[in-house]
């Protein structure tokens, strides 16, 4: 008797052995490219050889699955689905930014960190509710490049994983997965309480993820972490790390900071990138694209969604540029650089808890300045986002 897992991998298999077929044109130079199988939580990557690859979210929205696909063609067709976790039902896609992320490391290799679900090993202890956590699960490809290694827990000395973790991998062999959680020893009684007792946590593995460190705070600085909200890490090509997340100063000052550690995770500098206050929680997420000497990041503040050239300090000049117009909740925002230095930025539109919506795309020319190429499309599905890459012919490609 087949299980419900193989079952999955089979059904998915077969549908991704066929292709795809030419991809649909938004605009002069958009192409549209859906996700196999209908999955939900496109992560893409291109590598050094112009392969693309993606992971995405099959199942129930609080205990699914994650796939594993690449592409040699942009996106016209897909390989066969390879199980990313190996414990079923360990993911999770509900609330939109707790999803897996995708990084790719030394010689091509993949690897993986995703939120656990409540069906995958248990986390570390809480000590608020004396029960123990999700755990924050990390995989990467095995060296035949045919399946994914046994899923592992990285979070050892801290607990109450909520909103999303990150990973990066550089050229030198270092991997890192990052979250926000709470220390051990600060637990309820221990004088800090709620958010402001939360860090931004990373953990290094020098060996291509083979062995982790212990995890240890990024920075000092207490700026608390919005709890529900995702976070981004990101590698450069100079094997510099860097970070955006959400603070969660005095309940009230959700903003947007940007770490940068130029000494390979040894130590973080970081700067406040952006203000937001209000008292709630908006579960965003933010991006990082990088291209030549062009670095990006990109976030969401009081419903609008933003983009800036980064340096080591922060945005340079600070010059932050909002997206043209005002969409109704704008979330999620992506972004992509291709050969002329021209910029796609996408995001979503009227996504909620339990409810899907559109995507919006703009496309800048290399001085920033939005061009006429944009469109709102419908189809995004509940718990779902879109990601922009670039092609070798400098259009760009929207998978959803």
């Known amino acids: 008797m087949i299980s419900r897992r193989r079952a999955t991998i089979a059904c998915a298999s077969a549908l991704a052995s066929v292709a795809v077929g030419k991809k649909a044109y938004a605009g002069r130079n958009i192409r549209m490219v859906r996700v196999p199988t209908g999955g ?8 050094d050889r112009g392969i693309l690859h993606l992971i995405y979210y099959v199942g129930d929205a609080r205990k699914g699955d994650l796939f594993y696909v690449r592409s040699t063609d942009h996106g016209s067709t897909f390989s066969s689905p390879i199980a990313v976790n190996n414990v079923p039902g360990s993911s999770v896609a509900a609330g939109t930014i707790r999803g ?21 090993e248990p986390g570390p202890l809480n000590p608020d509710s004396g029960n123990r956590g999700m755990p924050m699960l990390y995989t990467r490809l095995n060296d035949t490049g045919k399946a994914f290694e046994q899923q592992r827990n990285l979070m050892l000395q801290s607990f109450g994983l909520d909103g999303g973790g990150s990973i990066a991998a550089d050229r030198r062999g270092n991997v890192y997965v990052a979250w926000h959680g709470i220390a051990q020893t600060e637990a309820k009684g221990t004088g800090k309480e709620g958010e402001a007792r939360r860090r931004v946590w990373i953990t290094k593995s020098n060996d291509e993820g083979r062995t982790f460190a212990t995890e240890r705070k990024a920075w000092p600085a207490e700026t608390g972490a919005c ?20 603070s969660a100063t005095e309940s009230v000052h959700r903003d947007i900071y940007f770490l940068s550690s130029k000494d390979q995770g040894g130590s973080f500098q970081g700067r406040l990138l952006h203000k937001w206050d209000i008292n709630a929680c908006p579960m965003s997420s933010m991006d990082f694209v990088e291209h030549g000497s062009i670095f990006v990041g990109a976030w969401e503040t009081g419903g609008q969604v933003y983009w800036a050239r980064l340096d080591g300090n922060g945005a340079s000049g600070n010059q932050v540029i909002a997206a043209p117009g005002t969409g109704k909740g704008r979330k999620h925002p992506r972004v992509a ?64």
């Open 100 to 120: 897996a992320q995708l990084a790719i490391g030394n010689a091509g290799r993949v690897h993986v960190a995703w939120n656990g679900s409540s069906q995958a």
């Open 337 to 400: 650089i291709n050969g002329n230095n021209e910029l796609l930025m996408v995001w979503t539109e009227g996504t909620g808890w339990e409810r899907g919506g559109s995507l919006a795309y703009q496309v800048y020319d290399r001085r920033g300045e939005p061009t006429e190429e944009r469109g709102q499309l419908p189809g995004i599905a509940t718990w779902s986002f879109a990601a922009p890459i670039a092609g070798p012919d400098n259009g760009f490609s929207i998978v959803y």
């Open 40 to 47: 939900l939580q496109p992560q893409v990557a291109v590598d």
């Open 227 to 246: 709890a529900c909200c995702g976070m981004r890490l990101f590698a450069d090509r100079e094997n510099n790390v860097h970070a955006l997340y959400r």
